[in-house]
């Protein structure tokens, strides 16, 4: 009927148990972590790490929600949230986070202003995660691309930039090719 909202069925996922791989989400998903976890994780949605959870993975996620324990980087592209009893061992980036009495952060923040970095100069940065995403290949193979100068890169200190706009560029001249 034209006019009445459709109801959007709301995907969720609740893992308690033990895994280890890969978990990738191209569509939204309501996903809470109660038991352990070690890999990698890339969700759209809500992803909430349980009290009782341990994860050992490297985490991207829009909104993310932190009561356990984690062990690796963590890159929420909207917010993070970290409850108490929450530790994380690594890295975070978010441009909103919320860190709960008794909750503890171990590593580095970096506060953006959402996951896409812009350069002084205005172009969008990317880091190698997000470009072996967007190219659709392993990170190892963006670091080695990057190291043989065979992809367009910004080295800062040990850490490695593309600008989206030349990676674009890089891309069209090699289908050219």
Known sequence: MIGKNKKVEEKVLDVDA?????????????????????????????????????????????????????????????????????????????????????????????????IKSVSQSGAQLMDTDEVARYLEVDVSVVSDWASNGKLPSIREGDKLHFDKAKIDEWISSERIK
């Open 18 to 114: 033990s895994m280890q791989g890969t978990m990738s989400f191209k569509d939204p998903v309501n996903l809470q972590i109660n038991g352990r976890f070690e890999g990698t994780l890339d969700t759209k949605g809500t992803l909430t790490i349980g009290e009782k959870a341990f994860v050992n993975a490297n985490i991207t996620g829009d909104e993310i929600t932190i009561a356990g324990r984690v062990t690796g980087e963590v890159i929420a592209k909207k917010s993070l949230k970290l409850i108490s009893p929450a530790r994380v061992d690594g890295n975070i980036r978010t441009p909103l986070l919320e860190v709960g009495k008794g909750s503890v952060l171990n590593g580095n923040c970096q506060m953006t202003s959402g």
